[in-house]
């Protein structure tokens, strides 16, 4: 009789797991599996809906890709679940505390180990079987010793094998993990571009409206000051007829003597005229609200252009004439953070004006200055007459921060403009090239060279990284490389143009000899959008060097190298 090991190493034991059964399931070819095994099977299946027994190599279906699903080998489930109850040995092996690895005894010569392996038949027997079945049909034949061996030397080589494609799948994983990193960093980049364009646009449309919302304050105090003007017109008019009206009361309170009588009489006819005057009527206050209701707002519709738009229905004059402190050394000028206008003398410093044309403050007076720029932190990029570049503070500290510019003699003057990641350009009309310097000094990071054109006046815009400048006569924009996009041009006249806080371009056309100027905005591919000054006269300079900014409330502000004018909406029309 077959003792309980032969039964349990003979029939309970899972061919892949070599342990009992556990929840086993039966194929289509009657082989039976635990449940686990087939799942992990399952797993390396290119198709999840069929099993491959790893016995035969028939496929069974598999429902839904769940193992879970298959029959149950009812049977031997109830054996392995009745061996498991009734023999305590059994829990040893079951804790791993019994080796499972042994020779198994012939099923046909039970006395007998199975010390043979047959390579061909793949199946072990004892010397007996070897002799009677194996021999005689001519298989190969291998002591089991020797077999195992040479399957654990395979089974180490699979698991090298495997140990090194998983190191090689590892890698993979990392390398896939290393992209999804750089796409991540990528599209948070996208994000951070999106995020800035947007800030930066919404800058320049909150810029645009606070300047438009200060021209329609400035539009309104005018307004208000005729009709105040009316007001204490007309209540001065009462405070006399009712001061004459009390003088002409006195007369009938005590007789009157002959020069009583005279002055009464005369304050009678004084009254009298008075009283005949016309009547205040409605027509000058309607008047003034008729010219404030024939202004509009002019929205922008151009197209790629992102701007509010215009207040119409109003003229400009020019706010306030001021002298310069010092005539014919205005060199340059600049709208500082604080809304004040910088005017640049190379001889007296850096004058700080008002929107009303008010000198402020004079700085750097014994430094001489040729152009200069504010950078977003507040400081202050510098260059002097040798063409040597400077950082200051926003209290005009100077900082020790040095660029290797060009000398005068190599690059000679231009125009100096900050960038809008606070990038310095500087221009040299000798060369027709603008150097880029980092704030944080030393040499270019780049140059542009300007295709043909001397940067004599350099700007740049918010949101683009094109650059506005003047060579002479004409106004040029160019990309980010130097090559030209659109140019301003009018026969016999000196374009002065300005990048504005919205990325409007406005544009002083000078006529030199006739001492005439007008001014006009167009958009930052230079096309055409409104005027503000039309042939305004001003005091011819000896030196035909002109500079235009915005105020950031609004007014324009026009400089000769003699004279400050600023220009801003009247009520006129």
């Given at each position: ?39 992990r ?5 290119p ?25 149950t ?24 505390k ?20 047959c390579?061909?038949c ?7 079987c ?33 140990k ?7 890698i ?62 007309s ?15 006195n007369?009938?309170?005590v ?15 004084n009254?009298?005229?008075?009283l ?14 008729e010219?404030a ?9 151009k197209v790629?252009?992102?701007c ?8 400009w004059d ?5 002298e ?29 004006y008002?929107?009303d044309g ?10 001489y ?12 990029a510098?260059?002097?007459?040798n063409?040597?570049m ?42 027709d ?14 140059e ?10 350099l ?11 003047t ?11 130097g ?54 006269k ?26 400050l ?9």
């Amino acid at each position: 009789m077959a003792t309980f090991h032969q039964i349990s190493s003979q029939n309970l034991e899972c061919p892949i797991c070599l342990t009992l059964f556990n929840q086993p399931k039966l194929l289509t070819c009657s082989h039976t599996f635990c449940k686990d095994c087939l799942e992990r099977i399952s797993q390396t299946e290119p198709n999840q809906e069929t099993i491959a027994c790893p016995v035969c190599r028939k496929g069974t279906p598999v429902p839904s890709g769940d193992v879970g699903r298959l029959q149950t080998n009812v049977p031997l489930s109830s054996l392995v679940d009745e061996v498991k109850t009734k023999m305590a040995a059994m829990s040893k092996i079951l804790s791993e505390k019994v080796s499972l690895k042994r020779r198994r005894k012939c099923k046909k010569h039970p006395n007998d180990d199975e010390e043979c392996f047959c390579t061909g038949c793949r199946e072990y027997f004892c010397l007996r079987c070897g002799m009677l079945r194996h021999l005689q049909a001519g298989h190969q034949i291998e002591e089991a010793a020797i077999h195992e061996e040479k399957l654990m030397e395979n089974i180490k080589e699979l698991q090298e094998r495997a140990k090194s494609k998983k190191t090689n799948i590892e890698i993979h994983i990392d390398f896939i993990e290393t992209q999804r990193n750089e796409i991540t960093n990528m599209m948070r980049r996208l994000n951070d571009d999106i995020d800035k364009t947007y800030e930066e646009y919404m800058q320049l449309l909150s810029n645009r409206r606070k300047a438009l919302k200060c021209q329609v304050k400035r539009l309104s105090e005018k307004f208000e000051k005729e009709l105040q003007a009316m007001e204490e017109e007309s209540h001065q008019t009462i405070l006399q007829m009712n001061a004459m009206e009390e003088l002409v009361a006195n007369g009938v309170k005590v007789p009157l003597e002959k020069d009583t009588v005279i002055a009464h009489d005369t304050l009678c006819e004084n009254l009298k005229s008075f009283l005949g005057r016309v009547d205040p009527d409605d027509q000058s206050p309607r008047g003034v609200t008729e010219r404030a209701q024939k202004m509009s707002f002019r929205r922008y519709v151009k197209v790629n252009e992102l701007c509010l738009g215009d207040l119409e229905g109003y003229t400009w004059d020019v706010k306030a004439d001021v002298e310069l402190p010092v005539k014919h050394c205005m060199v340059c000028m600049t709208l500082a953070p604080d809304g004040k206008m910088a005017v640049v003398s190379e001889e007296s410093g850096i004058h700080l004006y008002s929107p009303d044309g008010e000198l402020q403050q004079t700085v750097l007076k014994d430094v001489y200055v040729s152009e200069m720029g504010f950078l977003s932190d507040g400081r202050i990029a510098v260059c002097d007459t040798n063409n040597e570049m400077s950082l200051y503070t926003s209290q005009w500290e100077k900082l020790d921060v040095t660029f290797e510019t060009m000398s005068e003699d190599e690059g000679g003057y231009g125009g100096l403009t900050l960038g809008r990641d606070d990038n310095i350009y500087v221009g040299y009309w000798n060369s027709d090239k603008i150097q880029v310097f980092t704030p944080q000094g030393g040499k270019a990071v780049r140059e542009i060279m300007c295709d043909g054109y001397k940067p004599e006046l350099l700007f740049s815009f918010h949101t683009t990284e094109k650059l506005i400048l003047t060579d002479t006569s004409a106004v040029v924009c160019l990309d980010g490389k130097g090559k030209e996009e659109n140019i301003l041009m009018k026969e016999g006249m000196y374009a002065i143009p300005a990048v504005c806080r919205d990325d409007s371009v406005i544009v002083a056309w000078v006529k030199y000899n006739e001492g005439l100027v007008s001014i006009d905005r167009y958009t930052k591919d230079l096309e055409h959008v409104h005027n503000f000054i039309t042939d305004f006269k001003i005091i011819v300079p000896e030196t035909d060097w002109y500079y235009l900014q915005e105020f950031e409330s609004g007014e324009i502000a026009f400089c000769t190298p003699d004279r400050l004018y600023i220009f801003d909406v009247k009520c006129e029309v």
